[in-house]
């Protein structure tokens, strides 16, 4: 799994806050420009003639971009499974499939706050009725992502252990 295609950077902002991932070529011209500071190494090193560069697991830029916060989420299948934890929010199963809590036949949007996760059984359950004519119960309710979530769909559901200490506000 060590090969270079394989390794990613964490690349923090100038406040720590996580900014995005850089592929190991990405990181490499960022070093090279001295736009980032290195706080992990990895112990991935690529060799030249006169130097030897090692990709850092997580670095810093030099200078701080602004509001990545506002960076807006895309309302779609992965990122509601990822907001969701993959789990059905009706049973607490693995999550299959989307379910608009008002459905869009009795006037529903697709926003965030309109749905949820869920399995194959709620689903069929739920079909067509509002929740009240259901046996199911929300064990939440669905909120619109905010702060640094946006994070989390770009590194996925399984990100570095080693980014984890940078990652705990996202
Ligand atoms: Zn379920």
Known sequence: MNNFENHRTLILNATYQPLSIASAKR???LLLSNKINVIKNSNFEIRSESSTITIPKVAALNYYVK????RRVALNRENIFIRDKYIC????N????IDHIIPKSKGGQHEWQNVVACCKKCNLIKADKYLNQTILKLAQAPLKPEGNFWIKTIIGSNPDPEWKEFLISA
């Open 89 to 92: 929010q009706y049973c607490g």
């Open 67 to 70: 509001a990545p916060y506002a």
């Open 27 to 29: 990181s490499i011209s």
């Open 94 to 97: 693995q999550a299959e499939s």
